[in-house]
């Protein structure tokens, strides 16, 4: 079992940043596990935002490349998201996902891959 805790979410206005983060736990999580933020707006599908798998390299949506970046710490067993210039199109609840395998080096794009999520935190931008 791997639990996901997201943070960091909030309101702020087009061209602001916010850093969201996302604590793992459980026996079933591993540093070198494939991550991910994904996020969805009612009434629509859930979509990728950016992974990073167990070597660390990562892939982003064309929406988010150049403005946000995917992290992860390790130690802290934390999962980072810093999105910047952030714009009205970004709004949505985030969600953390986990693979769940002790490693993953190849790159997991899409939702029904990951079996562990968080609650998800959400992301307002305002113009």
């Known amino acids: 079992q791997v639990e996901l805790a997201e943070s960091g979410g909030g309101s702020v206005q087009t061209g602001g940043s916010l850093r969201l983060s996302c604590v793992a736990s459980?026996?079933?999580?591993?540093?070198?596990?494939?991550m991910g933020w994904f996020r969805q707006g009612s009434g629509k599908e859930r979509e990728r935002v950016a992974t990073?798998?167990?070597?660390?390299?990562?892939t982003y949506a064309d929406s988010v490349k150049g403005r946000f970046t995917i992290s992860r710490d390790k130690a802290k067993k934390t999962l980072y998201l810093q999105m910047d210039s952030l714009q009205p199109e970004d709004t949505d609840m985030y969600f953390c996902?986990?693979?769940?395998?002790?490693?993953?080096?190849?790159?997991?794009?899409?939702?029904?891959?990951?079996?562990?999520w968080g609650q998800g935190t959400q992301v307002t931008v305002s113009s």
């Open positions: 990073v798998d167990g070597d660390g390299i990562t």
């Open positions: 459980g026996y079933k999580y591993s540093s070198k596990s494939c």
């Open positions: 996902a986990a693979d769940g395998y002790t490693e993953c080096f190849a790159p997991t794009l899409f939702a029904h891959e990951y079996p562990y």
